[in-house]
C-alpha cells in the first residue's frame, strides 16, 4: 500500500474531504506518493496534480490475487467442520444448477452466435472472490458490448411482454431501495425471449469473455434474472455485489426515455458511469461492486441476471452468505467461523472482511473489527460501505471527530446514499455544532430516499428547533406515519404544537378587552386540540414509561386546555376538564378548575359540589371557589380582563414549554444489533 493511502486510511488524524478526493484520484492513476512538502495538506500542489491526474486513464494495473488457495487443501487445518461446510456448498451448487436448467436454457449456444466486439473496463484493484488466483493482471473483467445484442425495438418487444405480464404491478427490493419489477421465473413470455437470446448470442459471448475460468458456453447456469425499472419514484438500487461469479446487465430502454441512469461502477466514481442505450449488455465479475445510478425522470428498463458455473463451484461466496444467514439468525460465532473460513481461501475477499467486521462488533471487540474494516479498505479503499461501518463503528467507541471523517470520505465516493446522509447529518451537528449543514444532510438523504423516516424525523426536530414550525410539522407528521420512530416523531410533534400555542399567547397578561382574549385563545386552541390528540394517539404505542409520560403531558394540557377554553365557552371547557379528572381521578388541581367553571354556568353549580365531595379529602383544599362567578358578572358589564380574572382560571402566564425536542442520535447503519 502506497504511503498516500496509508496516511489516509489508518490514521486517525485523516485529511479533508476535498484532500481525500484529490488522493484517491492521484492513487486510482498509480500516483502513490504524496507531494514533496513539509505536511500532509500540500493542498495546493495536491491538488494541482490531481488536475493533471484526472485527464490520464484509471490505472489498470495492481495488487495480486497471492494467497488464494484450493478450498479442499485446507480440510487438514481447518478441520470437518469445514469440509461438512465444502459438502453443503457443492450440494446447494448442484440444486441450483439443476434448478436453473428447468427454468432457463443451457447447452453451447448457436454455433452461429456472432461474437460481439466489447470494449473492456477494470473492475479495480481486487479479483473476483471466488477463482481469483485463476485471473491476471490487469483485470480488464468488466465488458460493455460496442454494438447492441438486439435491436432498439426488440428490445421494446420484451418490455411490452412484461408489461403485458404485470411486471410494472410488482415492487423489487434492492437493498435498503426498491425497485419495480419481478423475476422472470413469473414472468413466461418474457422469460421466453431471454431464453432465446441466451441461446443466440448471449452464452457464447459470456464465455469466450471469461475463458480463465469458463470451460464451454454449456456450462452457463442462469440464475435469479429479473427483469427492473427504473422510475423518479423507485430510483436506484444500492452499491452492491452480486451473487454470482459472473452478472449481467442487458438495457432495454432507449435512453431519451428516461434522465440520468446507467451503471456505476464505485471504483471508478461518478464521473466514469457506463450507459448503454437499448439493446446493449455489460457482464462481468459478480464480485465488482456496482449500483444502478439514480434515474431522475422517465423509465429504465433492463434485465439483470446472475450466472453459475456447473463445473466449479463458488465456495467464497456460499461460505460467506451462509454465515451472513447465521448471523441474521442470531448465530454469530458461527458465521463468524464461515467468514473466516472463506478468507483462509480468499485473504483478499473484501465483502468477507466487512462481514467479519460486523460479527466482531457483535462480540464487542470493537479495535478488532477496526482493524478488519482497515484490512479491506487498504484492499478496496473507494469502498463506500467499509468507509460507513467504518464510521458507525468510531461512533460506538465514542471517537465522533474520527467517523465524521469516514462518514465524509464515503459522501465523497457515493454521494447519494440516504442512511450515509444522515449519519453524517448526527455527526455535523455532533463534532461542530453546525445545525444548518445538520439540516441540509438530512434533507439529501430525503431526496435519496424521500420515504427515509430517521431523516423526516430529525428533519422535523432541526427545524422546530430553528423556529421553523411549518417545516417542522410537515417532517415530524410524515415520520409519524412509519412505526420504527413513531413515538419519537409524536413526542416531538406534540411539544411542537404546545409551543405553538406558548407563542400565541405570549402577549396575554398585557390584553384588555374579552374581545381580544377570545381571540388570542381561539388561535391558540387550535394548537392545543392538536396537542391534545397527538398525545393521546401517542400513548396507545408507546411503550410503557414513554405512555406514562404522555398521559403526564396530556394531564398537564388539558387543565390548561380547559382554563383556556373557558374565556369563550365555559361548558367546552367544563367537557375538557372533566376528561382530565377521568384521566387522574386524585389531581385536585383539575377538580379545583372544573368547580370554579361550573361556579360560572350557575346550573351546573351542584353537579361540580357533588364532584367535589367525592374527593373526600381534596374537598377540604377546595373550598375557596366562589369569587370567580363574582367576577364573571363583574366582567359582563365592564370589559377590563382584570388580572385577578386572570388568575381565578390558571392562565396568570402561558403554558410551560415542556422539553426540548427528541433527535434518534443512533447513527443508522450496516453494524447488525445482534446478540450472539
Known amino acids: 500500500m502506497g504511503s498516500i493511502l496509508k496516511l489516509l486510511l489508518m490514521r486517525r488524524v485523516v485529511a479533508t474531504t476535498s484532500e481525500f478526493e484529490d488522493r484517491l484520484d492521484l492513487w486510482r492513476r498509480g500516483v502513490h506518493e504524496p507531494p514533496k512538502c513539509s505536511d500532509l495538506t500540500c493542498s495546493a500542489d ?28 485446507l480440510i487438514g487445518k481447518l478441520g470437518e467442520e469445514y469440509a461438512a461446510a465444502l459438502a453443503l456448498n457443492e450440494a446447494e451448487h448442484a440444486r441450483d444448477c439443476e434448478k436453473s436448467c428447468a427454468s432457463f436454457y443451457c447447452g453451447e449456444g448457436l454455433p452461429d452466435s456472432t461474437l460481439l466486439e466489447t470494449r473492456e473496463i477494470s473492475m479495480g484493484s481486487v479479483p473476483p472472490e471466488d477463482f481469483a488466483s485463476m485471473f491476471h493482471y490487469p483485470l480488464d473483467l468488466i465488458k460493455v458490448t460496442r454494438e447492441p445484442v438486439v435491436s432498439a425495438g426488440e428490445a421494446s418487444r420484451a418490455v411490452a411482454l412484461a408489461k403485458a405480464e404485470n411486471v410494472d404491478g410488482n415492487v423489487f427490493p434492492s437493498g435498503k431501495y426498491k425497485l419495480g419489477g419481478d423475476w422472470l421465473v413469473h414472468l413466461h413470455g418474457t422469460r421466453q425471449w431471454f431464453n432465446h437470446l441466451l441461446e443466440r448470442t448471449l452464452v457464447r459471448n459470456i464465455a469466450a469473455s471469461f475463458p480463465e475460468i469458463v470451460t464451454n458456453a454449456s456450462t452457463l447456469r442462469a440464475h435469479s434474472v429479473a427483469m427492473l425499472k427504473y422510475n423518479s419514484s423507485h430510483p436506484r438500487t444500492d452499491v452492491h455485489v452480486d451473487n454470482g461469479i459472473i452478472a449481467l446487465t442487458f438495457a432495454l430502454s432507449n435512453r431519451s426515455n428516461y434522465k440520468g441512469g446507467g451503471t456505476y461502477f464505485e471504483h471508478l466514481g461518478e464521473s466514469n458511469l457506463v450507459e448503454m442505450d437499448a439493446g446493449h449488455a455489460t457482464w462481468r465479475p459478480g464480485s465488482v461492486r456496482h449500483g444502478g445510478h439514480r434515474v431522475t425522470r422517465g423509465e429504465r428498463y433492463i434485465i439483470g441476471a446472475f450466472f453459475l458455473l456447473s463445473d466449479r463451484v463458488e465456495h467464497v ?101 440516504a442512511e450515509l446522509l444522515y449519519n453524517l447529518g448526527l455527526k455535523l451537528q455532533q463534532v461542530e455544532g453546525s445545525q444548518e449543514e445538520e439540516r441540509r444532510m438530512y434533507a439529501r438523504a430525503l431526496e435519496a430516499d424521500p420515504s427515509f423516516a430517521k431523516a423526516h424525523c430529525n428533519l422535523g426536530a432541526a427545524y422546530a428547533e430553528a423556529g421553523d414550525d411549518d417545516k417542522a410539522e410537515h417532517h415530524l407528521v410524515a415520520a409519524s406515519q412509519d412505526p420504527s420512530v413513531a413515538v ?70 388539558l387543565k390548561t386546555r380547559g382554563r383556556l377554553v373557558a374565556i369563550a365557552d365555559i361548558p367546552s371547557a367544563i367537557t375538557i376538564l372533566e376528561q382530565a379528572t377521568a384521566l387522574d381521578p386524585s389531581d385536585a388541581a383539575t377538580w379545583q378548575a372544573l368547580a370554579r367553571a361550573c361556579s360560572l354556568v350557575g346550573d351546573n353549580v351542584q353537579l361540580g359540589m357533588t364532584r367535589l365531595k367525592d374527593l373526600g379529602g381534596f374537598a377540604v383544599k377546595l373550598v375557596p371557589w366562589g369569587l370567580p362567578a363574582v367576577l364573571f358578572a363583574g366582567w359582563m358589564v365592564y370589559p377590563a380582563l382584570t388580572p385577578g380574572f386572570k388568575q381565578s382560571l390558571g392562565l396568570e402566564s402561558p403554558p410551560p414549554s415542556g422539553k426540548t425536542f427528541e433527535f434518534d442520535k443512533a447513527d443508522v447503519g450496516e453494524v447488525p444489533e445482534l446478540k450472539s
Open 488 to 557: 419519537t416523531a409524536l413526542q416531538n410533534l406534540a411539544m411542537l404544537y404546545e409551543k405553538r400555542a406558548q407563542r400565541g399567547l405570549a402577549g396575554f397578561g398585557a390584553l384588555k378587552t374579552r374581545e381580544a382574549a377570545i381571540d388570542v385563545s381561539t388561535a391558540a386552541d387550535v394548537h392545543l386540540s392538536n396537542a391534545q390528540k397527538t398525545w393521546d394517539h401517542l400513548r396507545t404505542i408507546a411503550p410503557p414509561d414513554v405512555a406514562r409520560m404522555a398521559t403526564s403531558k396530556l394531564l398537564s394540557l
Open 46 to 73: 495536491l491538488a494541482a496534480r490531481a488536475q493533471f491526474a484526472r485527464m490520464l486513464p484509471v490505472l489498470r494495473h495492481r495488487g495480486g490475487s497471492t494467497g488464494v488457495v484450493e478450498p479442499r487443501s
Open 317 to 417: 461466496r456460499r461460505l460467506k452468505n451462509r454465515g451472513s444467514n447465521f448471523r441474521a439468525e442470531g448465530d454469530v460465532a458461527t458465521a463468524a467461523t464461515h467468514f473466516k473460513w472463506a478468507l483462509e481461501i480468499n485473504p483478499k475477499c473484501t465483502t468477507c472482511l466487512k462481514d467479519l467486521a460486523e460479527a466482531l462488533v457483535v462480540n464487542g471487540t470493537l479495535d478488532a473489527a477496526e482493524g478488519t474494516l482497515r484490512m479491506a479498505l487498504d484492499l478496496l479503499p473507494s469502498d463506500s460501505d467499509a468507509l460507513f461501518s467504518l464510521g458507525v463503528l468510531l461512533s460506538q467507541k465514542g471517537d465522533h471527530r474520527a467517523a465524521l471523517e469516514a462518514y465524509r470520505q464515503s459522501a465523497a465516493v457515493n454521494p447519494d446514499d
